[in-house]
Structure formats: C-alpha cells, structure tokens
C-alpha cells in the first residue's frame, strides 16, 4: 500500500501517465478490501464474500493488521496492486461519497472499481509499449487506445459498465504484441540465450534454473515462471505480460528493461536490494524483510 501526492480526481493531460495508475491508498475507500471476494488459502487466511468488508479493516478504511500481513496468512493483501483504479473510482467517479456513507453505491461503485483496475492496467501496459516503441505508427497507436479507454473511464460509471471490454482488451493486447517483437527483436542481433528451445510464450518453466542467463529478447508472455531460478540474469527485453513470477528467485537480477513488468508481478516474486528494476517500479518492501 503506497500513497502518492496526486489528486486522484483530476484528469492527466494524456491517459498514458503513469502517475495516476499508482495506488493511492488515502484517497480510497478500501475497495480492494470489499469489491473482491477471497477464499481461504495461502494467500488469506479467511473467506471473504464479495461486496463486504474485510474483518480486518478499520472504520477509517486503513487495515488494522497493515504491518504484519504476511507473518498473519494475508500475502495476497501484499501483491495485489489496483493500478489507481481505488482512488479514481472513489474520489473522481463518486466524488468522494464513501459506500458507508451511501450504501447505495456500493454495487455501482465496487462494479466500477473491477472494470477501472482492468483498464488502468492496460493503460499501464500502454504507457510502456508507447515509450518503448521505435515506430512512430505504433507509438500513434498506443495514445489514441490510452485516449479510449480514458474517455471510458471519465464517461462515469454508466457508460463504464456499457464498454466492451473484452474488444478494448483484444486491440490493446494486439498493440502490446506488436511493440514487444519489436523490442525484442533488436536484441537479437547481439545474441543470448533467449533461443533456449524451453522459453517460449505460456512455457511451463515452474523451478527452472536459469540463474546467471543472458535471455536478453525472449519471449516469456504469459510463462509459469513460479519459483524459478532466476538470481543474476539478464532480463532485458524479455516479454514478461501476465507472466507468473511468484517466488521467483530474482536476487541479482537485471530486470531495467523487462517488458511489461508490473508491480504485482515483483511482489509476488523474491528479490534482494541488488535486483535491478525499471523506473516506474519500486522494490516491495518484505523483500527487505527477507
Ligand atoms: S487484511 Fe487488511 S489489506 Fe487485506 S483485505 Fe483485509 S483490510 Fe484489506
């Protein structure tokens, strides 16, 4: 849980700020603490039905266990990441009426919250693809999609709920595509290990050791990488979309120019203070704890 100085109401000059897709936990009414719902597991340690909140939290919307989550059986308290979308929902689409307060709002405003997170992320992915590109077209591309979806959000939680999604999905995903081979291709020509017949898109790398590797340019969208070993590579250029990092040994690791990594995806994951990082992501702090 961070805390960011922006105002979460006001609108970016460009939807592809990466500002704004920060948690900004004071600015929130919990959302994440009640949208979603949680069965028992190693990630939580109680049930949880949707739409109500944790017993955990506090009437002031912090949570009363914030510092000792993971040692109290809440790790998936500590990896998820809501891109923005609590504080844009709470303060800019509700206006900063709470769902104590209004309990009206509660299904419109939790509803909200879902389809705001999808699409902060895909802004977040956006942003990236728009920064990394060399193409121009691509880059035009990337705005004019981060310009939509802005437009979904701000059209208030009516129209929100009326956007198809899944079609925004498949033209962002398209674009992500496009900008990785192109990314990851002009690593090629310097060579490294990303030819490794293992590593691939959805490749099952579960406890794969693959520590001091260059894999500069491959390809690991959407790979299982749970618990691999991975302390000391080079990761630049790697597709790293919705790829399954959890416990994967990273210490070490260079990961500064990794593509489309997020920071649910390194809080999931085991690093060390020498695990190099992109700029817009932060180490998690129970790697320090570690
Ligand atoms: S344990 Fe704390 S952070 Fe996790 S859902 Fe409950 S109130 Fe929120």
Redesign the pocket.
């Known amino acids: 849980?961070q805390s960011n100085s922006a105002n979460p109401a006001a609108h970016p000059a460009s939807a592809l700020d990466r500002q704004s897709l920060r948690p900004d936990c004071g600015n929130c009414f919990?959302l994440?603490?009640t949208a979603f719902g949680f069965s028992r597991s190693a990630d939580f340690a109680l049930d949880?039905p949707a739409g109500s909140p944790?017993?955990?939290?506090a009437p002031d919307f912090s949570?009363?266990?914030?510092a000792t989550?993971r040692p109290r059986g809440?790790r998936g308290?500590t990896v998820f990441d809501c891109f923005g979308a609590g504080q844009k929902v709470s303060q800019g689409l509700f206006g900063g009426t709470n769902w104590r307060e209004a309990p009206d709002s509660k299904g419109p405003m939790f509803a909200a919250f879902k389809a705001v997170r999808q699409l902060h992320e895909m802004l977040w992915y956006l942003a990236e693809a728009r920064r990394r590109t060399f193409d121009p077209d691509l880059g035009r591309r990337a705005e004019e999609l981060g310009a939509i979806i802005g437009q979904a959000i701000d059209g208030g939680p009516q129209q929100l709920l009326r956007q198809d999604v899944q079609d925004l999905h498949a033209q962002v995903r398209a674009t992500l595509m496009d900008v990785s081979a192109e990314v990851r291709a002009s690593y090629f020509a310097a060579g490294g290990d990303h030819l490794d017949a293992r590593l691939g898109p959805g490749a099952d790398l579960m406890g794969i050791r693959l520590s001091g590797r260059r894999l500069c340019g491959a390809d690991l969208r959407g790979a299982y990488l749970i618990g691999a070993d991975l302390r000391d590579s080079d990761l630049s250029g790697v597709d790293l979309l919705g790829a399954d990092l959890r416990d994967a040994r990273l210490a070490g690791a260079d990961l500064s120019k990794a593509l489309y990594l997020t920071q649910p995806q390194l809080n999931s994951a085991a690093g060390n203070g020498l695990t190099r990082l992109p700029a817009d992501l932060v180490i998690p702090s129970h790697w320090h704890q570690g």
């Open positions: 849980m919990a994440c603490c949880k944790c017993r955990n939290l949570c009363t266990i914030h989550l809440f308290c």
